[in-house]
């Protein structure tokens, strides 16, 4: 008798696995890079780039600024393989000069057959660095985008260094107080579209930086993470299923209260309640990994997080599959003192990024 019951149960479980294998997905990856001041050699007189010139500090050439696009190229031709073949049908990234440094971007030979599309906007940062999107034509499908100002004002908590790069601006003499004492940051890229036959959307960021310390600059990231809370508020108001994805550099792990308070994210998905955010990347923090390094300590500054519509166990449509951190071993330092971190550009080498770029899987049952 119990050898008939264990023949039964084995019969089951043999059957659930054939079925499970037979099953076939449609797999598209997410990802984010914060592509570390990817400027061109022009000097634009309405930002601040004068260190990214043939002249300047970095004595950025021609020749060092293509071998900048060839690196970045090669990794986003090469995140989320094996599992998936394809390069990113979406990625953000920060760090980006203008459009036309995107536009040389995605001809490089390694991107080129992609057919990778661009949203960018200008931001108002000093330092003339925005964030963009890049998207494969042949699967998303953008309907609609905006860029969402973030309005943060200096107060007595922001750095020194802060204060008179505000009070010093010469075009903001004659504006109004208010104006005058904004900290000007990335604004928030908001995009929705369809990818295949499904609508998304996508918030590209790239949060205040931690000038003047960690906890003085604190109130800035939160105030981004209220207006990412906001936004998405906004979309599920539109639409109770509404998928949507915060993707960028926060410069706040996934303990922070930017985005453990703010925006509300979860390290679990049995903690996500409904209409709530799930991050994937807070276990990987909780592991050891990281995506940045400092002073010998690693954190996650880049995350992708969801709305609680993306981890649903029903994979009819698009859900969540894994994430995770794009560190192959010729992105790492291998000598000196900053061995074992982001391989960055210095005076010697033309490097990648001081971030690793982060990535996620979306699958969907094939009919």
């Given at each position: 008798?119990?050898?008939?019951?264990?023949?039964?149960?084995?019969?089951?479980?043999?059957?659930?696995?054939?079925?499970?294998?037979?099953?076939?997905?449609?797999?598209?990856?997410?990802?984010?890079?914060?592509?570390?001041?990817?400027?061109?050699?022009?000097?634009?007189?309405?930002?601040?780039?004068?260190?990214?010139?043939?002249?300047?500090?970095?004595?950025?050439?021609?020749?060092?600024?293509?071998?900048?696009?060839?690196?970045?190229?090669?990794?986003?031709?090469?995140?989320?393989?094996?599992?998936?073949?394809?390069?990113?049908?979406?990625?953000?990234?920060?760090?980006?000069?203008?459009?036309?440094?995107?536009?040389?971007?995605?001809?490089?030979?390694?991107?080129?057959?992609?057919?990778?599309?661009?949203?960018?906007?200008?931001?108002?940062?000093?330092?003339?660095?925005?964030?963009?999107?890049?998207?494969?034509?042949?699967?998303?499908?953008?309907?609609?985008?905006?860029?969402?100002?973030?309005?943060?004002?200096?107060?007595?908590?922001?750095?020194?260094?802060?204060?008179?790069?505000?009070?010093?601006?010469?075009?903001?003499?004659?504006?109004?107080?208010?104006?005058?004492?904004?900290?000007?940051?990335?604004?928030?890229?908001?995009?929705?579209?369809?990818?295949?036959?499904?609508?998304?959307?996508?918030?590209?960021?790239?949060?205040?930086?931690?000038?003047?310390?960690?906890?003085?600059?604190?109130?800035?990231?939160?105030?981004?993470?209220?207006?990412?809370?906001?936004?998405?508020?906004?979309?599920?108001?539109?639409?109770?299923?509404?998928?949507?994805?915060?993707?960028?550099?926060?410069?706040?792990?996934?303990?922070?209260?930017?985005?453990?308070?703010?925006?509300?994210?979860?390290?679990?998905?049995?903690?996500?309640?409904?209409?709530?955010?799930?991050?994937?990347?807070?276990?990987?923090?909780n592991k050891g990994m990281g995506t940045i390094a400092f002073r010998d300590?690693?954190?996650?500054?880049?995350?992708?997080?969801?709305?609680?519509?993306?981890?649903?166990?029903?994979?009819?449509?698009?859900?969540?599959?894994?994430?995770?951190?794009?560190?192959?071993?010729?992105?790492?330092?291998?000598?000196?003192?900053?061995?074992?971190?982001?391989?960055?550009?210095?005076?010697?080498?033309?490097?990648?990024?001081?971030?690793?770029?982060?990535?996620?899987?979306?699958?969907?049952?094939?009919?």
């Amino acid at each position: 008798m119990k050898l008939i019951l264990f023949q039964f149960y084995f019969a089951i479980i043999f059957s659930f696995s054939l079925q499970a294998q037979s099953k076939k997905y449609n797999i598209h990856t997410v990802a984010f890079y914060n592509f570390e001041n990817l400027f061109d050699t022009t000097n634009d007189l309405n930002t601040n780039d004068d260190e990214w010139t043939p002249t300047g500090a970095q004595h950025w050439t021609e020749e060092k600024y293509k071998q900048k696009l060839s690196n970045l190229a090669r990794v986003i031709s090469e995140i989320g393989k094996p599992e998936n073949s394809n390069a990113p049908t979406i990625i953000g990234g920060s760090e980006v000069e203008n459009r036309g440094v995107l536009e040389d971007l995605i001809k490089m030979p390694q991107l080129v057959n992609y057919d990778y599309g661009i949203i960018h906007f200008d931001s108002p940062d000093k330092r003339g660095i925005d964030v963009a999107l890049l998207y494969q034509k042949k699967y998303f499908r953008p309907t609609s985008f905006s860029n969402i100002p973030l309005l943060i004002y200096k107060n007595s908590a922001v750095a020194k260094e802060d204060k008179q790069e505000i009070d010093e601006d010469p075009e903001a003499v004659n504006e109004p107080k208010i104006n005058r004492n904004r900290v000007f940051t990335r604004d928030q890229l908001l995009i929705t579209g369809f990818l295949d036959d499904e609508e998304i959307s996508i918030i590209v960021n790239h949060w205040p930086s931690r000038s003047g310390g960690e906890k003085a600059s604190s109130q800035f990231r939160e105030a981004a993470g209220q207006l990412n809370r906001r936004i998405i508020d906004s979309l599920q108001q539109i639409n109770p299923n509404a998928k949507v994805f915060t993707i960028g550099d926060f410069n706040d792990g996934p303990y922070n209260k930017s985005i453990k308070i703010a925006l509300g994210a979860k390290a679990k998905k049995s903690e996500v309640p409904e209409f709530g955010m799930y991050n994937p990347f807070e276990e990987m923090m909780n592991k050891g990994m990281g995506t940045i390094a400092f002073r010998d300590s690693w954190d996650i500054f880049d995350q992708i997080i969801m709305t609680e519509s993306l981890i649903k166990p029903d994979y009819s449509n698009f859900k969540f599959w894994k994430a995770g951190i794009f560190n192959r071993s010729y992105l790492v330092q291998t000598s000196g003192q900053y061995k074992g971190y982001p391989l960055r550009h210095s005076q010697t080498e033309v490097g990648f990024s001081d971030h690793f770029p982060v990535y996620i899987y979306l699958i969907k049952e094939m009919k």
